[in-house]
């Protein structure tokens, strides 16, 4: 068998400087490029008549030439061969620039078949440099009728990709080793009916008609889920068999609600009682906790470190930013110290002295609960007796920090909380290891945000609208275009614009910014400013989408929106409506499309993220959303979660169906599954 894991420089034509480029289109092995489908097609089997042509329509047309009526040559300049073509309902100009030896070929009363974008000019209809062949017999079967349409690189040519592949594939084919090069088991193929894995790639790329292009599709749909799947259920089974610590918090949580300067909603008793009942179980603990911004996630998170403690052991919180973690230490400090429970704050930005302090008392148990960031796994952090995990804005996350963490204790219960809704059969879907709860409720006596979409021209009107809420003691944010790739020119963004703001618009207001380049302590600094009223606005880049709670804050103004996802515009939106204010956001945009316009339009109709994040989902895919977009497994090609459905449903009992019976892959029949799963495992390692 070929190794497909082989880098494409063993490719001929492939050296250093190309293979550079190719990793512009994450293509780095063979089975990368053979994996890179083309995005469209372009069909060249309809065969128009003159008569019905239209300006500006690409097709393909059989046509007789008639005696040559002109051929020139422009000195040095290029050559020109012109000639008249003609079908049974009319006749066209044909150009061919710089192609002399055309002349040899083609003469009065030639047949051709050409396809090539028609134009009407002055003299009629016109296609200049189609693509064509004489329809000799010699030529007739050379005819690519489907051609694929690659995404590309500017770096990398059309026809340079097409002949990698094409050669590539011719090789594979000349080895006539199909059973070898298959990755699926064989009897899934056959249940299935699926076609063989070379034919599909064969397929997929040069399709002859459109038959055997949706039986290809079909086959590599069913393949890139079925990796997906399995990679995700094998992981689940291992989870499963560790032993889960008994925690039994029933008491103290219900003291804990009790405590509370409010009643807890419905959705949020149900949830912990979910997780309750987790905290008994004789596995750990392995829940996703989904809610809405604002919906009080964190009180599910404080009952369930409140068990943690009274079970006479420690828990952890994580969270993405420093500025979160301080915030949730202020938080879980404010409700759990009166109860008796101390709390640590861990982050990356404590001086050497007191981080080593802080990881000594945390050793020894002198602290119940920690709070912190990445740092908090990121380095030697031991912990006298961690039994419950809690990752805030779980999407945020790599999948492989929550691992790390969970690995800190001994097995302990871990909990992820994420304000990115999913759908919850999606949800197990990506996150195969963990149960979900869902916060489907908000606490009373929140106002619904007034969303409005403005086009540029309008600027001036929606910050006189802000300047009349700050006038009346209210606080804003002013979000800057996200720039992508570009921190350096995001902040300069950044700087620019709350420059301009100064100077003109709001001269006369206190303004302050926020960028992910300032160390954590000015960070902190400028988020004390705005959360005590010095500040009455706040610009900044996205750093301020998660979690940040200033109530008072009634008022945000999103520039550029339509840079960004719906799903991310919705986190950025629940900063404001976090108090008895009504708030309001605007989202001006650029000079869009109908279907951007529209995309944002949703934003006005809904303030429920279940609905916003199952957009964002049909227009962009998971991967984006997720922002799992980098991890090589979730990033599917081809499959799309809901145009194939069934094709999913039927792969979800396949793979369910064959872990039951070989669990580990152990059988023999496995056994190639289980090296090629390994290699996939590992190549996208989390
Ligand atoms: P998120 O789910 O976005 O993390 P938070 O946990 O930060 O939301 O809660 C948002 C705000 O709502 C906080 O100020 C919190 O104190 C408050 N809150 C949480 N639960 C309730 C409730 N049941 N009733 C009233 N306010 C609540
Ligand atoms: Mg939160």
Redesign the pocket.
């Known amino acids: 068998m070929e190794d497909l894991q082989e880098k494409i420089s063993s490719l001929k034509g492939v050296g250093p400087k190309k293979q550079q480029r190719f990793l512009k289109l994450n293509i780095e092995t063979l089975e990368d490029l053979l994996y890179h489908f083309p995005r469209d097609y372009e069909d060249r089997r309809e065969i128009k008549k003159v008569r019905d042509l239209e300006d500006g329509e690409k097709t393909t047309l059989e046509l007789q030439v008639h005696p040559l009526k002109k051929r020139r040559a422009f000195g040095k300049g290029p050559s020109l061969l012109q000639l008249v073509g003609q079908d049974d309902t009319g006749r066209i100009v044909i150009t061919f620039f710089n192609q002399p030896y055309l002349s040899q070929m083609i003469t009065g009363g030639t047949k051709l078949r050409v396809y090539g974008e028609v134009k009407r000019g002055p003299r009629g209809l016109e296609t200049t440099n189609p693509d064509f062949i004489l329809l000799d017999e010699k030529q007739k079967n050379h005819w690519q009728e489907i051609l694929p349409i690659y995404p590309l690189t500017k770096d990398i040519r059309h026809k340079e990709l097409v002949k990698l592949i094409k050669n590539l594939l011719q090789t594979l084919k000349e080895k006539r080793d199909d059973e070898n090069f298959e990755n699926l088991p064989k009897a899934l193929i056959d249940e299935n009916k699926l076609c063989q894995r070379l034919m599909a790639l064969e397929h997929i790329h040069f399709p002859k008609q459109a038959k055997g292009l949706k039986v290809a599709k079909y086959r590599l749909v069913y393949e890139e889920f079925f990796f997906l799947m399995i990679t995700l259920n094998f992981k689940k089974t291992k989870v499963r068999e560790q032993q889960g610590i008994f925690l039994q918090g029933d008491k103290e949580v219900q003291g804990f609600l009790q405590a509370?300067p409010?009643?807890?909603?419905k959705a949020?008793k149900t949830v912990i009682e979910e997780v309750l009942q987790d905290l008994k179980g004789s596995v750990p603990m392995s829940r996703l906790v989904q809610?809405?911004?604002?919906?009080?996630?964190?009180?599910v998170?404080m009952a369930a470190l409140v068990a943690a403690v009274a079970g006479k052991s420690q828990g952890a919180m994580m969270a993405p930013t420093e500025i979160l973690a301080k915030q949730h230490y202020e938080?879980l400090s404010r409700f759990l110290n009166p109860l008796g429970i101390s709390v640590g704050l861990l982050t990356g930005s404590l001086t050497p002295k007191n981080k080593k302090m802080m990881q000594e008392k945390i050793r020894e148990g002198k602290i119940d609960v920690v709070v912190g960031t990445h740092a908090v796994i990121g380095e030697k952090v031991g912990f006298h007796n961690l039994s419950v995990v809690i990752t805030?804005e779980q999407h945020r996350f790599g999948v492989r920090q929550r691992k790390t963490l969970s690995e800190k204790g001994n097995n302990p219960h871990v909990l992820v909380?994420s304000?990115t809704p999913i759908p919850r059969t999606l949800a197990y879907i990506l996150y195969g290891d963990l149960e979900v709860s869902v916060?489907d409720e908000m606490?009373?006596?929140r106002k619904p945000i007034e969303t409005k979409t403005c086009p540029m021209e309008e600027r001036d009107s929606v910050y006189e609208q802000m300047k009349e809420e700050l006038n009346k003691g209210r606080q804003a944010y002013v979000v800057c275009p996200l720039i992508e790739e570009s921190e350096t020119l995001d902040l300069n963004a950044a700087i620019d614009l709350q420059d301009r703001l100064s100077k003109n618009i709001l001269k006369d207001y206190k303004i302050g910014l926020l960028h992910g380049k300032m160390t954590y302590i000015e960070k902190a600094q400028v988020m004390k400013q705005f959360t005590d009223g010095e500040l009455q606005v706040l610009v900044s880049t996205t750093v301020v989408e998660v979690?940040v709670?200033v109530?008072n804050a009634t008022v945000m103004v999103i520039e550029n929106a339509e840079r960004f996802g719906l799903a991310q515009l919705h986190q950025l939106r629940?900063r404001i409506g976090?108090g008895e204010h009504q708030s309001y956001c605007y989202l001006l945009h650029q000079q869009v499309k109908e279907a951007t316009r529209k995309r944002l339009e949703i934003m006005e109709k809904t303030n429920d993220g279940f609905l916003i994040s199952e957009k964002d989902l049909e227009i962009r895919g998971p991967g984006e959303l997720f922002g799992l977009r980098q991890h090589g497994i979730y990033n599917l090609k081809i499959a799309n979660f809901f145009r194939h459905q069934s094709i999913l449903k039927k792969v979800q009992q396949d793979v369910k169906a064959l872990l039951q019976e070989d669990p580990k892959l152990q059988l023999e029949k496995n056994r190639k599954l289980r090296r090629i799963l390994n290699q996939k495992l590992q190549r996208y390692r989390d």
């Not at 409010?262 to 909603?265: G, Q």
């Open positions: 509370l409010f009643e807890a909603t949020q809610g809405d911004v604002g919906s009080g996630k964190t009180v998170a938080t805030d909380m304000a916060i606490p009373k006596g979690g709670d109530p629940g976090r």
